[in-house]
């Protein structure tokens, strides 16, 4: 007999404010019991030195979490010139140390030199695996693994303050860019090192970002249903809570959506291709959000098969 899962079978993505000095998976867990939550997961880690916007997805929204880490993600950052360090953020040790002689124009500049498309080594702190590891489990033992460049964007990038040895930014870039990365880059392009010392995520895709809530507002609201009930497995005691969640088809809404109908959603929920309502044309493996046409229900995500169906993906289990 299957083990029963632990917690509500709630669904949706919390737009988390994360803290200083808090991991993300640290703050998932949080998160998930301030829900009672039986499953949750992350979009995308941010450094502990990092804070700012961490959509977490909760139940049936994990499903989709993959969609939000492969979207634009805007931050603002405080890069400090003159010092190299390991990790190119304020945790690493100073490796390099340098004069700072940086006119306004000599940083607007180099800024320019990383606008649009361009390649990117990946820092060894980083989260990228090497034989199952991340990289940042060699790199605490000093042991350096060669990366390839990899293709990001960086689609704006504006100098907000400068001042002798700081520069404030607003990044906004495409996924798989490491800021530190930049950084760094930046710094030596300018030829006298730089780190980063501070990180603030501002936006992942478009969600706004006053919806986000720090952990202790989170945790205001908890207490406040643990001061009215005890009984915790009931969903009407978490109402205050669960208004605050963002809808699951937020995740993927950058995607063209149909409509199927009652008869199909049985066998679409089965992991059968099915006809979709209207006389929309799509290409081959196009993915496309699914509702109901009778409840506009959302169903999941599937992709057009050779046949021009629509075949399921992601799909929605609710209960």
Do not use: W
Request: overall charge negative.
């Amino acid at each position: 007999m299957a083990k029963r899962r632990k917690g509500r079978a709630i669904n949706g993505i919390i737009l988390l404010n994360k803290g200083l000095g808090l991991s993300s998976n640290h703050a998932l867990q949080q998160v998930k019991r301030m829900f009672n939550a039986a499953k949750a997961g992350h979009t995308g880690a941010l450094d502990p030195l990092a804070t700012g916007m961490l959509p977490i997805c909760l139940g049936e929204a994990t499903k989709f979490s993959q969609f939000l880490l492969d979207t634009d993600k805007t931050y603002q950052v405080t890069a400090k010139l003159g010092v190299r360090t390991t990790t190119s953020d304020a945790a690493g040790e100073v490796v390099e140390t340098h004069p700072v002689n940086v006119s306004q124009a000599q940083l607007f500049e180099a800024c320019e030199q990383f606008k649009g498309p361009i390649k990117q080594v990946p820092s060894m702190f980083s989260a990228l695996k090497h034989q199952g590891k991340p990289l940042y489990f060699y790199a605490r033992q000093g042991i350096d693994i060669p990366r390839e460049a990899r293709d990001i964007t960086i689609f704006s990038l504006t100098i907000d303050r400068f001042e002798i040895d700081e520069v404030d930014m607003t990044v906004h870039c495409s996924k798989g860019t490491y800021i530190r990365s930049l950084v760094d880059d930046l710094g030596q392009l300018l030829g006298c090192s730089a780190y980063v010392s501070k990180l603030h995520r501002t936006q992942v895709t478009d969600y706004p970002a006053d919806k986000m809530l720090t952990i202790e507002a989170l945790q205001s609201i908890r207490d406040e249903i643990d001061n009215e009930t005890a009984d915790l497995l009931d969903n009407q005691t978490f109402t205050a809570m669960d208004q605050l969640l963002m809808p699951m088809d937020s995740a993927v809404k950058t995607l063209d959506s149909v409509e199927i109908d009652t008869v199909a959603e049985g066998f679409f929920r089965n992991g059968n291709p099915v006809n979709f309502v209207g006389t929309a044309e799509f290409s081959e493996e196009t993915l496309i959000r699914v509702y109901s046409q009778h409840s506009q229900l959302f169903l999941g995500v599937g992709f057009i098969d050779s046949d021009g169906k629509i075949a399921p993906k992601r799909s929605v289990v609710y209960g």
